[in-house]
């Protein structure tokens, strides 16, 4: 099977479970209510293992190692997991709420996206930020907070597939992108990714 076929598949079985999750939410005018009270940082969890478990659906996050990552970029382990997924909790310095889980390809790119260094090619992985993205610059991999020119965008919840390339073709890749809809972030960045909604952002 080559490898576009393996992306085309992959892109089908995501959109396929992104729909399921989206008619098992509830109404999106619900959806957006509870994506935007959780933007208040008061609503910011205290645990890192709440936190953390949030990105994904239980039967992924309840298992799943969990780990923070300092300043520096160094990662620390909270919890050993034992399912291939890691969980990171809501990163404090941004503005919303943006918890992530992650199986082991999508890993690797994280560690090099982390460590500021080009993630390696042809290794498709998957992400759940189900608690949404609400807070990141469409255009600046490592921005913290919103400026006047970094394309700042908010995505409610949303699956990630990350490592291909092939699998980004025909998407939308502006900085602007109507975030309701599949489209991809960081294009023209080692970092490009298909973000895939899963619920009425």
């Known amino acids: 099977m080559t490898s576009k076929v393996q992306c085309a598949l992959l892109l089908a079985g995501v959109i396929s479970l992104a729909a399921c999750m989206k008619q098992s939410t509830g109404s999106a005018d619900s959806n957006t209510a509870a994506t935007e009270t959780k933007t208040d940082s008061a609503a910011k969890p205290s645990d890192p293992i709440s936190s953390a478990e949030s990105a994904a659906p239980a039967s992924i996050a309840h298992d799943a190692a969990v780990v923070t990552v300092d300043a520096g970029g160094a990662m620390k382990e909270l919890r050993k997991g034992s399912n291939g997924w890691t969980c990171m909790p809501d990163a404090p310095d941004t503005p919303g709420p943006d918890p992530m889980c992650f199986d082991a390809n999508a890993g690797k790119w994280v560690a090099a996206w982390v460590a500021h260094k ?27 907070q919103p400026t006047a020119d970094n394309d700042w965008v ?10 291909s390339p092939e699998i980004l073709a025909g998407h939308p890749a502006g900085t602007k992108p109507d975030t309701s809809v599949p489209y991809v972030m960081w294009a023209g960045t080692p970092y490009a990714h298909l973000m895939v909604p899963v619920k009425g952002s």
């Not at 908010?154 to 597939?161: D, L, N």
């Open 118 to 144: 080009p993630p390696a090619a042809g290794t498709v992985g998957l992400m759940y930020m189900l608690e949404g993205g609400t807070d990141a610059s469409n255009t600046d991999p490592y921005a913290k």
């Open 154 to 163: 908010k995505t409610g919840p949303h699956i990630m597939v990350v490592g």
